[in-house]
Nanobody, 115 residues
Framework: QVQLVESGGGLVQAGGSLRLSCAASRRSASINTMAWYRQALGKQRELVAGFTNGGGKNYADSVKGRFTISRDNAKNTVYMQMNSLKPEDTAVYYC?????????WGQGTQVTVSS
């Protein structure tokens, strides 16, 4: 079982920045992949950014050049720096990890970008 605790969401004006954090209860060595998803009201959950199995990073086209995913293995934590935020980035953001054959989700953190 992996527990995930997210933080860093909030209300920000367009053009502003936020940094999301997701702390995992299990050591990074047992985690295969880590990613951030988001779900806007009335829309399906979508992948925003994640680490590939090879250690690379991938991003949704809509956030490329604005969002950066990173991780601190010593703290079992994954981050997402979000810059140049737009109103369309408003959503609940979820952290997700895969460990073994199971996937785990955080409780979500609300990000609201005002115009």
């Amino acid at each position: 079982q992996v527990q995930l605790v997210e933080s860093g969401g909030g209300l920000v004006q367009a053009g502003g920045s936020l940094r999301l954090s997701c702390a995992a209860s299990r050591r990074s060595a047992s985690i295969n992949t880590m990613a951030w998803y988001r779900q806007a009201l009335g829309k399906q959950r979508e992948l925003v950014a994640g680490f590939t199995n090879g250690g690379g990073k991938n991003y949704a086209d809509s956030v490329k050049g604005r969002f950066t995913i990173s991780r601190d293995n010593a703290k079992n934590t994954v981050y997402m720096q979000m810059n140049s935020l737009k109103p369309e980035d408003t959503a609940v953001y979820y952290c997700s990890v895969v460990s073994g054959l199971s996937s785990y989700w955080g409780q979500g953190t609300q990000v609201t970008v005002s115009s």
